[in-house]
């Protein structure tokens, strides 16, 4: 069984940054196409990054590109999100999920894809 727990959310305020982390166990890392959601009150479940397995690739959703840069590392088994720039909008809990096997570049952006979550960590940007 796959646990994913994330961690390094908290209270900032606007223009602050904050990285967050996410680490696997149970199975083979390295395999994981990796991503973060974000959900804020009242509103659907949101894609913010992906990356593939390798690392090779990254996706980003527009509201975060240029702000935002996901990376991972594959000997700790944890995928990172470092969120700068942060704006009151990004307010959410962030979820990373994973997918086991997934060695395309497509279907990323999906939650559809993704076999795991994690419990989900609170970011709150205060302007």
């Known amino acids: 069984q796959v646990q994913l727990v994330e961690s390094g959310g908290g209270l900032v305020q606007a223009g602050d940054s904050l990285r967050l982390s996410c680490t696997a166990s149970?199975?083979?890392?390295?395999?994981?196409?990796m991503g973060w959601f974000r959900q804020a009150p009242g509103k659907e479940r949101e894609f913010v990054a992906a990356?593939?397995?390798?690392?090779?690739?990254?996706l980003y959703a527009d509201s975060v590109k240029g702000r935002f840069t996901i990376s991972r590392d594959n000997t700790e088994n944890t995928v990172y999100l470092q969120m700068n720039s942060l704006k009151p909008e990004d307010t959410a809990v962030y979820y990373c999920?994973?997918?086991?096997?997934?060695?395309?570049?497509?279907?990323?952006?999906?939650?559809?894809?993704?076999?795991?979550w994690g419990q989900g960590t609170q970011v709150t940007v205060s302007s």
């Open positions: 999920a994973g997918r086991v096997n997934w060695m395309h570049d497509y279907g990323l952006a999906s939650r559809a894809l993704y076999d795991y």
């Open positions: 149970g199975r083979t890392f390295s395999r994981y196409a």
């Open positions: 990356i593939k397995w390798s690392g090779g690739s990254t």
